[in-house]
């Protein structure tokens, strides 16, 4: 949720803008940037790749796929050993019942057994005990301060009641791990309740340290990051010290702590409360924001991407339930270079093809998000997410839901690794176009217009994802209605 989220060609990106983008030592002129090549298709190339796609793309009902109908794709990504299925908007519920499905037949399959969600650790603590153990309300887990409200819909609690379903009768239960870094007060909490265990001197002077975050996050409906801009700078400075003493205590831990079995829960929560403070270090109206180079914005996505590897088992194989843009593989060449990253590139780095990974693209219709204007503040528009209904094209010249509407079918997925290495259809694949990306946020005044001086500009088609899915028309997520707000305290 960082004020200038970076996110490549979905609208919310500043690479450009960045204070320290191209800086460097005042004896050295700064790094050349390569721009991206914007050149568009030509009508030769896009008439060859239609008839590539006619050819190659699987078509499928979007009213009714079934396990047979999603078996070929499921074969087709089920070597490797995880899986990153992303979705083109927040708020859309054809790619989210689609990624549902697909988790399921991968499920049946015996090719995923780990569900790795963007998400916070306590929701996905309670996600996890339901689909094993039957244990709590998965509609309360759902409800959560922590766990994010784009996902709080029919189509993730279908899942949900699902992955319960198999699990009463599966030989290897699927288990639900969050990878996600944005509940600081309420991992440190949970850290502090083994340290107590073992070391009760230690964890008074940290508890002490921690004490304005810990207190916050006891109140309904507080967000970690709402208490980092709004604290006093020396409250949160010493919490970031404190986190950082945490995180270390875990490093030198006696044998008896580390034989306790809460430790390994309670040492990743020490890791993910530090992760909290140092994703969003330059949030605060008082940070100095020229140290947050074009890196910090992948920060918090590099730490979910090596969060993944550290917390899957070598036997497990899993499937990483995120946006598009988070679980991509590769990036454009200027963004490597300033070193921002995702968690697909940082998971393509450590297993080669052992990572794959999905993307979604739509013509037409309406997804849900939160309507932010340019210059807004960002922070405080994600504490009234509206998540209203927008209606926007993804269907002009240069989008690729254009280029798909003209295949004459109303939904497919078209493996990308079958694109000829030379020819028109291999220059086709290279060229630009958008693909009707959207977080939380949606500002129709700068829907898919390409700046570059502020990272906003469409990709090549071949990049970011191995398989890209398609819908003709979407339609807005079924979202669940936000609990009434709490009674306020009395006088």
């Given at each position: 949720?960082?004020?200038?989220?970076?996110?490549?060609?979905?609208?919310?990106?500043?690479?450009?803008?960045?204070?320290?983008?191209?800086?460097?030592?005042?004896?050295?002129?700064?790094?050349?940037?390569?721009?991206?090549?914007?050149?568009?298709?030509?009508?030769?190339?896009?008439?060859?790749?239609?008839?590539?796609?006619?050819?190659?793309?699987?078509?499928?009902?979007?009213?009714?796929?079934?396990?047979?109908?999603?078996?070929?794709?499921?074969?087709?990504?089920?070597?490797?050993?995880?899986?990153?299925?992303?979705?083109?908007?927040?708020?859309?519920?054809?790619?989210?019942?689609?990624?549902?499905?697909?988790?399921?037949?991968?499920?049946?399959?015996?090719?995923?057994?780990?569900?790795?969600?963007?998400?916070n650790?306590?929701?996905?603590?309670?996600?996890?005990?339901?689909?094993r153990?039957?244990?709590?309300?998965?509609?309360?887990?759902?409800?959560?301060?922590?766990?994010?409200?784009?996902?709080?819909?029919?189509?993730?609690g279908?899942?949900?009641?699902?992955?319960?379903?198999?699990?009463?009768?599966?030989?290897?239960?699927?288990?639900?791990?969050?990878?996600d870094?944005?509940?600081?007060?309420?991992?440190?909490?949970?850290?502090?309740?083994?340290?107590?265990?073992?070391?009760?001197?230690?964890?008074?002077?940290?508890?002490?340290?921690?004490?304005?975050?810990?207190?916050?996050?006891?109140?309904?409906?507080?967000?970690?990051?709402?208490?980092?801009?709004?604290?006093?700078l020396p409250?949160?400075?010493?919490?970031?010290?404190?986190?950082q003493?945490?995180?270390?205590?875990?490093?030198?831990?006696?044998?008896?702590?580390?034989?306790?079995?809460g430790?390994?829960?309670?040492?990743?929560?020490?890791?993910?409360?530090?992760?909290?403070?140092?994703?969003?270090?330059?949030?605060?109206?008082?940070?100095?924001?020229?140290?947050?180079?074009?890196?910090?914005?992948?920060?918090?996505?590099r730490?979910?991407?090596?969060?993944?590897?550290?917390?899957?088992?070598?036997?497990?194989?899993?499937?990483?339930?995120?946006?598009?843009?988070?679980?991509?593989?590769?990036?454009?060449?200027?963004?490597?270079?300033?070193?921002?990253?995702?968690?697909?590139?940082?998971?393509?780095?450590?297993?080669?093809?052992?990572?794959?990974?999905?993307?979604?693209?739509?013509?037409?219709?309406?997804?849900?998000?939160?309507?932010?204007?340019?210059?807004?503040?960002?922070?405080?528009?994600?504490?009234?997410?509206?998540?209203?209904?927008?209606?926007?094209?993804?269907?002009?010249?240069?989008?690729?839901?254009?280029?798909?509407?003209?295949?004459?079918?109303?939904?497919?997925?078209?493996?990308?690794?079958?694109?000829?290495?030379d020819?028109?259809?291999?220059?086709?694949?290279?060229?630009?176009?958008?693909?009707?990306?959207?977080?939380?946020?949606?500002?129709?005044?700068?829907?898919?217009?390409?700046?570059?001086?502020?990272?906003?500009?469409?990709?090549?088609?071949?990049?970011?994802?191995?398989?890209?899915?398609?819908?003709?028309?979407?339609?807005?997520?079924?979202?669940?209605?936000?609990?009434?707000?709490?009674?306020?305290?009395?006088?």
């Open positions: 949720m960082h004020r200038k989220l970076v996110v490549i060609a979905a609208g919310a990106a500043s690479l450009f803008a960045s204070p320290a983008l191209g800086q460097s030592p005042a004896d050295q002129p700064p790094p050349e940037l390569p721009l991206p090549d914007l050149t568009p298709a030509s009508a030769e190339e896009e008439a060859a790749a239609l008839v590539w796609l006619g050819g190659t793309a699987t078509p499928f009902d979007p009213s009714a796929y079934d396990a047979a109908s999603l078996a070929p794709l499921a074969e087709r990504l089920g070597s490797a050993r995880v899986i990153g299925i992303g979705e083109a908007t927040h708020g859309s519920h054809q790619d989210q019942a689609f990624k549902a499905e697909l988790i399921k037949q991968l499920v049946m399959s015996g090719k995923a057994d780990v569900l790795i969600l963007e998400a650790r306590l929701p996905a603590m309670a996600f996890d005990r339901y689909i153990e039957g244990q709590g309300d998965p509609a309360e887990a759902m409800q959560a301060t922590a766990f994010f409200r784009i996902w709080k819909n029919d189509e993730f279908g899942l949900l009641l699902w992955l319960r379903n198999w699990n009463r009768t599966a030989e290897r239960k699927v288990r639900i791990i969050g990878v870094c944005q509940d600081g007060g309420r991992d440190a909490a949970a850290a502090l309740a083994l340290i107590e265990r073992h070391d009760p001197a230690s964890a008074t002077r940290l508890r002490g340290e921690l004490g304005g975050l810990i207190a916050a996050m006891d109140k309904p409906r507080t967000r970690f990051v709402d208490w980092l801009v709004d604290a006093p409250e949160t400075q010493r919490a970031l010290a404190a986190s003493a945490l995180d270390a205590w875990f490093d030198a831990a006696p044998e008896a702590a580390r034989t306790d079995p430790f390994s829960e309670a040492r990743w929560a020490a890791r993910t409360a530090r992760q909290a403070f140092l994703a969003f270090e330059f949030e605060r109206a008082d940070a100095d924001k020229s140290k947050a180079d074009p890196a910090y914005f992948g920060r918090r996505d730490y979910m991407g090596e969060n993944v590897l550290a917390m899957l088992a070598d036997s497990e194989r899993g499937v990483v339930w995120a946006h598009d843009s988070h679980v991509m593989e590769d990036l454009p060449e200027i963004a490597e270079m300033v070193g921002f990253v995702t968690v697909g590139t940082v998971l393509r780095e450590k297993l080669g093809e052992d990572y794959a990974t999905v993307g979604f693209t739509w013509s037409q219709g309406a997804f849900r998000a939160t309507r932010v204007p340019e210059g807004a503040d960002v922070l405080k528009a994600s504490q009234r997410q509206t998540f209203e209904p927008f209606n926007l094209p993804n269907n002009r010249p240069g989008e690729l839901g254009h280029m798909f509407d003209r295949t004459g079918h109303k939904a497919l997925w078209v493996d990308l690794a079958a694109l000829p290495v020819g028109p259809v291999a220059s086709w694949a290279g060229r630009p176009y958008w693909r009707g990306w959207s977080g939380w946020i949606a500002n129709p005044a700068i829907w898919q217009v390409t700046t570059v001086e502020m990272g906003e500009f469409p990709l090549p088609v071949r990049m970011g994802h191995d398989v890209i899915v398609w819908f003709q028309t979407i339609s807005p997520s079924h979202l669940w209605p936000a609990p009434p707000a709490p009674p306020a305290p009395a006088p």
